[in-house]
């Protein structure tokens, strides 16, 4: 089975950009979350869609948003960019229900570099 | 709100040396427990999870994992280490209402051969 796909590997932006990155989830699972990893801040829980809602939310401003479509696949978009955005953005993805749905499998990140 | 606490962020070991690496989470309820590694150069992995049921937990390459709910600890051990476990180790908690998982700060092994 396939893995979680994350698209593009790597991106250069400029301050007040905004950006998109976009996340395949394994086929079947229906949860995708994000995460913020920085050397400062370590990994951090951003967002979990499940069946295209927004289930679950981290301490972010609102300049973090994010989508899923129904096929499971999920798009965040972070605007105004800051040099502080800066960072590996990972997705993950579950089955969604039960316990199995904190069973998170990791995509291998988008690197976001804000100049 | 939810905190993981990894007591070493570096470690260093000899090839067949036990290793044990500690965590302790700050939540009284239920919760899930993970431990996910990331090699050099790849992606994070679920190396082993606990849901319920017993406490002491294998994983993939030798990994074992006891949940000690008395003192909200789920120590990552494995008896005799090789040079290809080198890697960063990610202890994580989620609780059961939802949220995302939350990751301690990590602890990176080096195994020398």
């Known amino acids: 089975k396939a893995g979680v796909t994350q698209t593009p590997r790597y991106l250069i932006k400029t301050r007040g950009q905004q950006v998109t990155l976009s996340c395949s989830p394994i086929?079947?699972?229906?949860?995708v979350s994000w995460y913020q990893q920085t050397p400062g801040q370590g990994l951090q829980f951003l967002f979990e869609y499940f069946s295209e809602t927004q289930r679950n939310k981290g301490n972010f401003p609102g300049r973090f948003s994010g989508r899923q479509f129904s096929n499971s696949r999920s798009e965040m978009n972070v605007s105004t960019l800051e040099l502080g955005d800066s960072a590996l953005y990972l997705c993950a993805s579950s089955l969604g229900v039960g316990d199995l749905s904190y069973e998170q499998y990791f995509g291998p990140g988008t690197r976001l570099t804000v100049t | 709100a939810q905190s993981v606490s990894q007591h070493n962020h570096h470690v260093i070991l000899s090839e067949a040396a036990s290793l044990e690496l500690g965590c302790n989470y700050s939540?009284?309820?239920?919760?899930?427990l993970f431990w996910y590694v990331q090699y050099p150069g790849q992606h994070l992995q679920l190396l082993l999870k606990y849901f319920s049921g017993d406490p002491l937990v294998k994983g993939i390459k030798g990994f074992e994992a006891e949940f000690i709910k008395s003192k909200f600890s789920f120590n990552l051990r494995k008896p005799s280490v090789q040079w290809s476990d080198t890697a960063e180790y990610f202890c994580?908690?989620?609780?059961?209402f939802g949220g995302g998982l939350v990751f301690g700060a990590g602890t990176i092994l080096r195994v020398k051969s």
């Open positions: 086929s079947g699972h229906r949860s």
């Open positions: 939540y009284g309820g239920t919760v899930n």
């Open positions: 994580a908690v989620n609780a059961l």
